[in-house]
């Protein structure tokens, strides 16, 4: 039998730790670790609190806040009805000063800690514009199993429930569930009301939500994206009504082995508008009731993916009402942008973030400049008036294709895009072909850089390496293999993602 985790009462948060999580220290009667280092989810500094470790390893435990016994002089009432159940905004219950100077000491630890390597002072980081209503997108997960609280289950019948269906947000630790979610702060309210009202339309005429075991349902998921110039995109997921293994394999009902499941999943990917596994016909209501409801939505589109993750970059996005695409301005430019193309979520201070990255470039109009990891060209095309020539790299095909367009719509001539993994594509040939860079610009993903990325961009020798991060533990690691030729001259953190743990960073290397 598991042994029982104790309970620990009236114990004072005393720090922010990683990942949105708080800590406090206990002593033990260890004499290796004589202090155990405990870290608890939305909390706040100086809170008092009862805690139920739910986990215990030598020298740190995990657990979750049970009785708020006297609150911290920091804490706010939290704006959002599901803060504490849904993961997304994990210190709505502090004030933004505070969440600004936690992801400012954020920055500096982690490039210290993980870095080592010298370093200016960090410019003090730039707030949101918006700290509500900031983002352009949000995702929403279609589930045939929603949660329940605690407190929920308690006050329901023994079995009452548990297959209710929910529209939202992904719980950690139940990937098979889904929070549903009536409101949502982070975006302007009329994606609540579109999310709200497919829920309802999908309740009334009994369309089947996404089984996540089962991998069967057609309602699946629900992205939603909007635009400064005020259009509007929605797409919807969709999924097959049966299992992909109940799918009759041509010539062959078995189903015992690999050959068998593959033959399955040939039949369906040449099928898919067939009935038995697509209810095409429920689908399309669904899309009308949508335009009919709707009129703002600019951008009507829906997927079909039998896969067994909702990754759709690989599928065929088709087209309903309006435009395959919305635009989102910035300055005097327009980017393009499609159901899989990437544009940082926060509107606003993307151009905030992209000033600091062309300010640290010090372009005066005579540079080439390479930009790694270019998605759509938005860092290219904005730095791209100040440079003499501009060369984007970036893995996925489609986003490249985008970038050519944004520099065509916006008489940009002086861009060169190339799709490819970075490292295959970044070699020493290349340069030998393009020329030598004088500055590269870098936003790579949460990973990083791979090495051999790193080793080419020092073969390179530009005078400077501005480094957008979203992740500046990986960044800090980068810098370290950097430091054997460049000296980091600048740090700007940015906060793109008010009431969550996470920070960008922007950081100016210069040759030594």
């Known amino acids: 039998m598991?042994?029982?985790?104790?309970?620990?009462?009236?114990?004072?948060?005393?720090?922010?730790?990683?990942?949105?999580?708080?800590?406090?220290?206990?002593?033990?009667?260890?004499e290796s670790h004589p202090s155990l280092v405990v870290f608890v989810p939305f909390c706040v500094p100086g809170d008092v609190v009862d805690v139920q470790l739910t986990?215990?390893?030598?020298?740190?435990?995990?657990?979750?806040?049970?009785?708020?016994?006297?609150?911290s002089p920091k804490r706010i009432e939290p704006m959002c009805q599901h803060f504490g159940i849904c993961g997304g905004c994990k210190w709505q219950n502090m004030p933004y000063e505070e969440q600004l100077a936690f992801k400012q000491q954020q920055v500096q630890d982690q490039l210290t800690r993980i870095g080592k390597i010298a370093l200016p002072p960090l410019s003090p980081i730039k707030g949101s514009v918006r700290t509500w209503e900031y983002r352009n997108k949000l995702d929403f997960g279609c589930c045939n199993k929603r949660w329940y609280t605690r407190e929920q289950l308690s006050e329901m019948p023994e079995g009452a429930g548990l297959t209710q269906p929910g529209i939202g947000f992904h719980i950690t630790g139940a990937f098979d569930k889904i929070l549903p979610i009536e409101k949502c702060w982070l975006m302007d309210d009329l994606h609540n009301q579109m999310r709200n009202s497919i829920y309802q339309y999908a309740l009334s005429h009994q369309l089947s939500f996404f089984d996540l075991r089962?991998?069967?349902?057609?309602?699946?998921?629900?992205?939603?994206?909007?635009?400064?110039?005020?259009?509007?995109?929605?797409?919807?997921?969709?999924?097959?009504?049966?299992?992909?293994?109940?799918?009759?394999?041509?010539?062959?009902n078995r189903?015992?082995?690999?050959?068998?499941?593959?033959?399955?999943?040939?039949?369906?990917?040449?099928?898919?508008?067939?009935?038995?596994c697509f209810d095409r016909p429920a689908a399309m209501q669904l899309m009308q009731f949508l335009a009919d409801e709707f009129p703002q939505i600019t951008s009507l589109m829906w997927v079909y993916n039998p896969k067994c993750n909702d990754t759709f970059g690989d599928l065929p996005v088709e087209l309903y009402k309006g435009e395959d695409h919305i635009f989102l301005h910035m300055e005097d430019l327009r980017f393009k942008v499609g159901p899989k193309s990437f544009y940082q979520t926060n509107t606003e201070q993307a151009l905030h973030l992209y000033e600091v990255a062309r300010d640290f470039a010090q372009l005066s109009g005579s540079e080439l400049v390479y930009d790694l990891y270019t998605g759509t060209g938005t860092i290219a095309n904005f730095v791209a008036r100040k440079a003499k020539q501009v060369i984007g790299i970036e893995y996925v095909e489609d986003a490249i294709k985008d970038a050519r367009i944004n520099s065509s719509i916006n008489g940009i001539e002086n861009t060169l895009f190339y799709a490819g993994d970075m490292k295959d594509?970044?070699?020493?040939?290349?340069?030998?072909?393009?020329?030598?860079?004088?500055?590269?610009?870098?936003?790579?993903?949460?990973?990083?850089?791979?090495?051999?990325?790193?080793?080419?961009?020092?073969?390179?020798?530009?005078?400077?390496?501005?480094?957008?991060?979203?992740?500046?533990?990986?960044?800090?690691?980068?810098?370290?293999l950097l430091d054997a030729l460049y000296q980091v001259t600048k740090v700007q953190p940015v906060d793109m993602f008010p009431h969550t743990p996470h920070v960008e960073n922007v950081v100016l290397l210069e040759a030594k």
């Open 425 to 480: 594509i970044l070699t020493d040939d290349f340069i030998s072909e393009h020329g030598r860079p004088d500055v590269i610009i870098t936003d790579p993903p949460r990973a990083g850089m791979h090495p051999d990325v790193i080793q080419v961009i020092m073969n390179a020798r530009p005078r400077r390496i501005v480094y957008v991060s979203c992740n500046p533990a990986t960044q800090a690691r980068d810098l370290q």
């Open 2 to 30: 598991k042994k029982k985790l104790p309970l620990l009462q009236n114990v004072t948060i005393e720090a922010v730790a990683a990942e949105g999580k708080c800590l406090f220290h206990v002593a033990t009667e260890s």
């Open 255 to 276: 189903r015992a082995n690999a050959e068998d499941k593959q033959a399955a999943k040939e039949w369906l990917d040449g099928e898919l508008t067939s009935q038995k």
């Open 55 to 71: 986990r215990k390893k030598h020298s740190y435990a995990e657990g979750e806040v049970v009785r708020l016994v006297k609150p």
């Open 214 to 252: 089962q991998q069967t349902g057609l309602l699946r998921d629900v992205i939603i994206r909007c635009s400064n110039s005020g259009a509007w995109m929605v797409l919807v997921q969709f999924g097959p009504s049966i299992n992909m293994d109940s799918c009759p394999p041509r010539g062959n």
